[in-house]
């Protein structure tokens, strides 16, 4: 398949496990964030959102948390499967009427069975 | 479901070809981008369009323009293609709702060889 990134962090888990992917943005202006997900020969996928009102939200097996103090994003997957194995990335828009995203270089996650 | 289609997914032009690709989406989405994406280099905006015949510049915009004659079609065109233009192209649309707070999707990709 096809790689995203050469020299990606990489996060390796277990199946069963949970996992912690991160993220740090720089812009204090930022509004709203979200992560993508993007396996390989794929274009990235939506995974959840948040807005920055928000420092908590959650979706399937999925939680995204937001520090605006330390400008930190994460995201947790519940019970990681190997179908989880792919590149995540963050991405952030700068504040209101803004519509383009500034896109974080990614986390590979391997899921060991 | 939001679909985001790139109409090749492979695609292979010498140095010197007008290129064109094209992205359509079916969720009357007023915003579409077309990005490139590199090993180590991540996304990056080429340009973006807000509404029809409206365009903007991204980050890397030589070499490139686009088109949206129709709000579902935004077209990248390569004027003059070389080999450094070799990439990964992703088109991507969102809706304005929430004060631009949607998030974009993405078709699965087109990727261009320059020979």
């Known amino acids: 398949g096809e790689s995203v990134g050469l020299h990606l962090p990489t996060l390796s888990v277990q199946e069963g496990d949970n996992s912690i992917i991160n993220c740090a943005y720089s812009?204090?202006?930022?509004?709203?964030f979200i992560w993508y997900k993007q396996e390989s020969g794929k274009g990235p996928q939506f995974i959840i959102d948040?807005?920055?009102?928000?420092d908590k939200r959650q979706g399937q097996r999925v939680t995204v948390l937001l520090n605006k103090t330390v400008k930190h994003l994460s995201l947790q997957i519940a019970a990681t499967q190997p179908g989880d194995s792919a590149v995540y990335f963050c991405a952030e828009k700068a504040g209101t009427g803004r519509r383009a995203l500034t896109f974080g270089s990614g986390t590979r996650l391997q899921v060991q069975p | 479901d939001v679909k985001v289609t790139q109409s090749s997914r492979y695609l292979v032009k010498r140095t010197g070809e007008k290129v064109f690709l094209e992205c359509v989406q079916d969720?009357?989405?007023?915003?579409m981008f077309w990005y490139r994406q590199d090993p180590g280099l991540g996304l990056r905006l080429i340009y973006f369009?807000?509404?029809?015949?409206?365009?903007e510049k991204g980050d890397i915009p030589e070499g490139y323009s686009v088109s949206r004659e129709k709000k579902e079609r935004f077209s990248l065109i390569l004027e003059s293609a070389s080999t450094n233009q070799t990439s990964m192209y992703l088109c991507?649309?969102?809706?304005?709702?929430?004060?631009?707070?949607?998030?974009?999707?993405f078709g699965d990709g087109t990727r261009l060889s320059i020979l």
């Open positions: 991507a649309s969102s809706s304005d709702k929430r004060w631009g707070n949607q998030p974009q999707h």
């Open positions: 948040i807005r920055s009102n928000m």
């Open positions: 969720m009357d989405h007023e915003n």
């Open positions: 812009n204090s202006a930022s509004d709203y």
């Open positions: 369009s807000y509404d029809v015949k409206m365009k």
